[in-house]
């Protein structure tokens, strides 16, 4: 390590933001005063949660669940950038990655509510349109053209590591890693000159072990699988990612995808796209719009196969290592 780094104090700072917790890790001179730059983050996270919360009536994307079809609603700045994002990657993917879900993630238990057997049959034979159809943007303003439940949890996380970064880089800290619940963003370097490792989950709900590990600089990483979140039905435990067709959790899916982007919330929401529409349809779209994607796909022993697709998982092994070869 050269001197310049041994100078500098290590900082892991972290909080509590949308059901878990996002953190910070960077180096800084040994006078720098973290609590400022820690308040921000948490101030950063907050406004995104409170914009773009299911779980709190009063947020920003509650009122405008709860506005009449047909009726401009006027939202925040960083909640139309989200909703604009959703909807260009709900269009990029044929609808896989479908923000206006909240009706059937409510009704499957995966909001604040438990499982309601109406609720499910309901939204199992409803007709509905996407939301890059149903919901209409202009500037700042919002219509829905039809009954339409947003739902953002499929990049909300994502955009708020994304303003953890932004929120490091107004105070002058150039080179960090953050993030909020294993979605995470590399900013620049280490002090040593090397990339920020990240590793890649094994698809284990028992425990947390790695599958791989990733050298990022300047980059995002997120992943979607079915064996973190889930709620037992009928004795049966099923993800939490819908499938849009359906208005139902998926039955057959990779156990797990990653994608590296540009921005955390990108990577998030086309990790969602992916996995819904699985390793055969998923790549193939994968390959088409440039993406970086790892599908794991489980074998009958329950061991982890990798397919990757992109330049950072298929035509340069060496940027991803086997986590027990590391």
Request: hydrophobic share 45%; glycine share 10%; proline share 5%.
């Amino acid at each position: 390590m050269s001197k310049m780094s041994t100078e500098l104090t290590r900082h892991a700072l972290n909080g509590a933001t949308m059901g878990t917790r996002w953190s910070a890790l960077f180096f800084a001179e040994p006078d720098f005063d973290p609590a400022p730059t820690r308040a921000a983050l948490q101030a950063a996270v907050d406004e995104v949660d409170g914009q773009m919360s299911t779980w709190n009536p009063g947020s920003d994307l509650m009122q405008l669940n709860a506005a009449p079809v047909a009726e401009w609603v006027t939202v925040p700045a960083r909640l139309a950038e989200v909703l604009r994002l959703g909807l260009e990657i709900g269009r990029a993917s044929g609808g896989a990655f479908d923000i206006g879900m909240g009706d059937a993630v409510t009704a499957w238990g995966f909001g604040p509510e438990a499982a309601a057997s109406d609720g499910i049959r309901a939204v199992m034979t409803a007709s509905r349109r996407p939301a890059h159809e149903a919901l209409e943007m202009d500037d700042a303003r919002v219509r829905k053209a039809a009954v339409l439940k947003l739902d953002l949890n499929g990049i909300a996380k994502g955009y708020g590591v994304d303003r953890l970064a932004e929120t490091l880089r107004d105070h002058g800290i150039s080179d960090a890693l953050v993030g909020i619940d294993g979605e995470m963003r590399a900013m620049g370097l280490r002090p040593d000159g090397e990339a920020w490792t990240i590793a890649v989950e094994a698809p284990d709900a028992e425990r947390r072990t790695p599958h791989s590990i990733l050298a990022l600089q300047d980059a995002a990483v997120a992943t979607s699988g079915d064996y973190r979140h889930w709620v037992e039905v009928q004795g049966r435990r099923l993800s939490h990612t819908m499938d849009p067709r359906r208005g139902a959790p998926l039955i057959a899916s990779p156990a797990s995808v990653t994608v590296v982007a540009r921005t955390c919330a990108e990577a998030d929401a086309w990790a969602t796209a992916l996995m819904v529409l699985g390793p055969d349809k998923g790549a193939a779209l994968a390959r088409r719009s440039g993406l970086d994607a790892l599908f794991l796909l489980r074998d009958d022993d329950a061991s982890a196969r990798g397919v990757g697709v992109g330049r950072l998982f298929s035509e340069e092994p060496a940027a991803i290592a086997s986590a027990e070869g590391r």
